[in-house]
């Protein structure tokens, strides 16, 4: 077993969490409708924990576990209780070692104590089994908060007021600068709802995109030939150069 096997605990169980709470923050952010699938995670959440401590005893041996770990056993100490607990039965041990059947992480009832045994008795397994009982047990936890923090609005005191300022007539030229970023990945690494992230922005910016803003898109881009490039995009590009122009100029002058 590692040297430090309390360290080796938490670091995986950390490292699942935060894989799992990726998978969910992009689900929720893509979302149509945040309630619905919010409620589709926790009853996944729910219905993991229930595979994983069912039937009587892998409930058993589960409860166990968190009893020992909330009280601050290390994980080196659990193990080999457990172990002593539940792993040692040679009767049933010598019964089942030759056995084909693969080892049931997810339990049936159909040889439950076997699975259990086996399972206990065998370090690695065990301890690959433990982790996944407490992500899902840190994961429950931390649900309330992630689905709040997705729900609630953005604040930031320091926020300064900005304001879309380009001509309020021409709204297709805001939906095709975010498309580019978004496409070229400096929006959320290119993932996510574009429509949504477009009216977010536009909610942020103050822009008053109209009803058919999507179809005004898709119209420019039809229309025109294949080597056209919006306006907006040439205007960035020479804003950008004048502006540094006039700094380089405005340090030589100061020499």
């Known amino acids: 077993m590692h040297a430090n096997l309390t360290e080796k605990f938490e670091k995986l169980v950390q490292r699942y969490l935060a894989t799992i709470e990726k998978k969910l923050k992009k689900r929720l952010f893509i979302a149509k409708d945040l309630e619905f699938v919010a409620g589709e995670i926790t009853r996944e959440a729910d219905h993991m924990e229930n595979m994983l401590s069912s039937p009587k005893m892998a409930e058993e041996l589960t409860r166990d576990f968190l009893s020992q770990y909330k009280s601050g056993t290390s994980i080196e100490n659990i193990v080999a209780n457990l172990r002593n607990r539940y792993g040692t039965n040679e009767e049933l041990l010598s019964k089942i070692s030759d056995s084909d059947k693969p080892l049931q992480v997810i339990w049936s009832e159909e040889d439950e104590q076997g699975n259990v045994t086996r399972l206990a008795s065998d370090e690695k397994r065990l301890m690959k089994f ?40 021409n709204k297709t030229e805001f939906v095709q600068l975010i498309y580019a970023l978004h496409e070229a990945g400096y929006l959320n690494n290119g993932t996510g709802e574009i429509t949504k992230i477009v009216e977010s922005l536009a909610d942020t910016l103050s822009v008053s995109l109209s009803k058919n803003w999507q179809s005004n898109l898709s119209a420019s881009i039809h229309k025109s030939n294949s080597d056209y490039q919006p306006p907006i995009f040439g205007k960035i590009a020479t804003a950008y150069g004048m502006y540094a122009e006039r700094l380089i100029t405005a340090k030589k002058n100061n020499k």
């Open 130 to 169: 433990l982790v996944q009982f407490m992500t899902v047990q840190q994961l429950k936890q931390r649900l309330p908060d992630l689905l709040l923090a997705e729900q609630a609005p953005v604040q930031n005191e320091n926020t300064y007021p900005v304001q879309w300022t380009a001509s309020r007539d």
